[in-house]
């Protein structure tokens, strides 16, 4: 399983543009990039996922270049409800490994 | 779209007693079930994989004599906390694989359930 690095917290201010930067080195050819969020007492919430390129939806970009060995999911104009945690994972398989998330604190 | 119902949403419990946290799959079926293990301001930890009409597999230090997990059909997997102690007290949370709009699977979570032993 590919191992994921991401900053442990980040912090920004409402009406900004957030990139939370993923790197998975060892992604493997079928693997696919995910994305999710997650709140305090709740569970994980998908938020988007991609194999190359560019993907985006009505609450995100992801952004993967050529090699596949980082990405970037980007929060347009961010409000104080996008503080959360935010988890990056590549997969095939079914079973999801999740590793530290990033811890983002929007500021008013 | 898909949706992982987990019940209770939170629990209180004597040490010593067994407590059973359920998760369906409301609105399709699921033959693996995955159940997370999470503490404060920690990362979620994958506890073991739940298999429909078989035994869980359970990740490396987990207790399965601890955790017993059932998945006797196709929408409903259950964990149960035996004996519980409070070193137990943590969130768990289930989750069950859908195909995603990528063609991957995209894993649903369930809402977690709050264990607290006293």
């Known amino acids: 399983l590919a191992k994921t690095t991401q900053p442990i917290s980040m912090d920004s201010y409402e009406g900004q543009e957030v990139n939370i930067t993923c790197s998975h080195n060892?992604?493997?050819?079928?693997?696919?990039i995910t994305w999710y969020q997650q709140f305090p007492s709740q569970g994980p919430r998908f938020i988007i996922q991609?194999?190359?390129t560019k993907v985006t939806n009505e609450v995100a970009s992801l952004f993967i270049p050529a090699d596949r060995k980082s990405s970037t999911l980007s929060l347009p104009r961010v409000s104080l409800s996008d503080t959360a945690v935010y988890y990056c994972?590549?997969?095939?398989?079914?079973?999801?490994?999740f590793g530290t998330g990033t811890r983002l604190q929007v500021f008013p | 779209g898909a949706v992982v119902s987990q019940h209770p949403s939170w629990v209180i419990c004597k040490s010593g007693t067994s407590v059973k946290i359920e998760c369906r799959s409301l609105d399709f079926q699921a033959t693996t079930m995955f159940w997370y293990r999470q503490f404060p301001k920690q990362s979620l930890m994958l506890m073991a994989t739940s298999n429909e009409g078989s035994k869980a597999t359970y990740e490396q230090g987990v207790e399965k004599d601890k955790f017993l997990i059932n998945h006797a059909s196709l929408t409903l997997s259950t964990l149960t906390v035996t004996s519980a102690h409070p070193e137990d007290s943590s969130f768990y949370i289930c989750s069950a694989n859908v195909r995603g709009n990528t063609g991957a699977n995209v894993l649903t979570f369930g809402a977690g359930s709050r264990l607290t032993v006293l």
């Open positions: 991609g194999y190359k």
């Open positions: 060892n992604i493997a050819t079928n693997d696919y």
């Open positions: 994972l590549v997969v095939n398989t079914d079973k999801l490994i």
